[in-house]
């Protein structure tokens, strides 16, 4: 069985991120499901790691918080994945961009 690596665990943070944000809304809509879903396959996530997560993805309920800590020593590839959600529907509700702000200043990603 292979260890889990930095950056795996990376990923999956940056996942739950994904899933935070497409749910803060109150609704997934299918492209972000899907978005999360090959983005998850195309960074090789372990599948027992990604496994709950495809739970929430299928079925809602909270997600996990991230681990910001994590996140703040690569925030251009957090937002490169953020930007990808948003695009994968074409919309940013409030809660959304909320979100994404508070996630700006927590990163230091500041406007």
């Known amino acids: ?9 990376f990923n999956i943070e940056v996942l739950k991120l994904m ?3 497409a749910w803060s809304d109150g609704r997934l809509d299918a492209r972000e499901s899907g978005l999360i ?24 309920g909270t997600p ?6 994590l996140l703040r020593d690569r925030p251009d590839e957090v937002f490169e ?14 809660e959304e961009k909320e979100l994404i702000e508070e996630l700006r200043v927590i990163l230091g990603q500041e406007s």
Request: aromatic share 4%; glycine share 6%.
């Open 1 to 9: 069985m292979s260890q889990t690596t930095a950056d795996d665990r």
């Open 19 to 21: 899933i935070q944000l």
């Open 37 to 60: 879903q090959g983005v998850a396959r195309s960074w090789n996530v372990p599948e027992s790691e990604f496994a709950a997560l495809k739970k929430l993805l299928a079925h809602g």
């Open 64 to 69: 996990p918080a991230p681990d910001l800590a």
């Open 81 to 94: 994945a953020v930007r990808a959600l948003i695009a994968s529907d074409g919309e940013l509700r409030a």
